[in-house]
């Protein structure tokens, strides 16, 4: 049975401001960037511990998927069958920022 993945409000806010960024000198490739991050999403309904562990937190259930320069961070909720994208993180900007 498929994985639901739900994309919390802040990945919703990092995925825009990052295409609004990109999109300031290039529309196209904008739009195309933030398709192909939406696209890896779709690899966790199938495929949910496709992921590394998130090196930085060493918890089994706190996954990442890198898209360059992108790491789309997610949970893992193997009893709801549920992936919660957290973040959409620069991987220049380090450690990413997680809420408890």
């Given amino acids: 049975m498929a994985f639901q993945v739900l994309v919390t409000e802040i990945a ?3 995925l ?3 295409v609004r960024y990109i999109g300031r000198d290039n529309p196209a490739a904008a739009e195309r960037f933030g398709l192909a991050l939406l696209e890896k999403l779709k690899l966790l309904r199938e495929h949910p ?6 090196p930085e937190r ?5 996954r990442e ?3 360059h320069p992108y790491r789309i961070v997610y949970r893992v909720r ?3 069958q549920v992936v919660e994208v957290l973040r959409f993180w620069h991987g220049a900007r380090g ?6």
């Fill in 58 to 62: 060493g918890e089994p259930t706190l």
């Fill in 16 to 18: 825009a401001g990052l």
């Fill in 12 to 14: 919703n806010e990092d």
């Fill in 49 to 54: 511990l496709l992921g590394r562990i998130v």
């Fill in 95 to 100: 450690k990413p920022e997680l809420r408890k």
């Fill in 78 to 80: 193997e009893r709801e």
């Fill in 65 to 67: 998927i890198i898209h």
